[in-house]
């Protein structure tokens, strides 16, 4: 068992920024692939990025790429998301996710992750 743990949503301007942590605890931390997705209302879930459980790959979808940067400590059992040029479309409910490391992080849907933490909400004002 998992159990993650996110904070660092907030209320920010666009064109501001964000980082948001998710902080782990249960089973070896660096067993997992860890994902980002968010929600926004009325929207299904959607994919942000992901990392290797090893941190040495990464992967982002294109609608956050060059803009948000996910990076793990994992001597700290913590996954990051580094949110920058935020925009009103990136407000949403954002959760962190653990993938078992035998899985494919950068095919995964969030279906195929095996935890999951309550979310923090984001909110950009235009």
């Known amino acids: 068992q998992v159990r993650l743990v996110e904070s660092g949503g907030g209320l920010v301007q666009a064109g501001g920024s964000l980082r948001l942590s998710c902080a782990a605890s249960?089973?070896?931390?660096?067993?997992?692939?860890m994902g980002w997705f968010r929600q926004a209302p009325g929207k299904e879930r959607e994919f942000v990025a992901s990392?290797?459980?090893?941190?040495?790959?990464?992967y982002y979808a294109e609608s956050v790429k060059g803009r948000f940067t996910i990076s793990r400590d994992n001597a700290k059992n913590t996954v990051y998301l580094q949110m920058n040029s935020l925009k009103p479309g990136d407000t949403a409910v954002y959760y962190c996710?653990?993938?078992?490391?035998?899985?494919?992080?950068?095919?995964?849907?969030?279906?195929?992750?095996?935890?999951w933490g309550q979310g923090t909400q984001v909110t950009v004002s235009s």
């Open positions: 990392i290797s459980w090893s941190g040495d790959s990464t």
């Open positions: 996710a653990a993938l078992d490391s035998y899985k494919n992080f950068i095919v995964a849907g969030s279906y195929d992750y095996d935890y």
């Open positions: 249960g089973r070896t931390f660096s067993s997992y692939a």
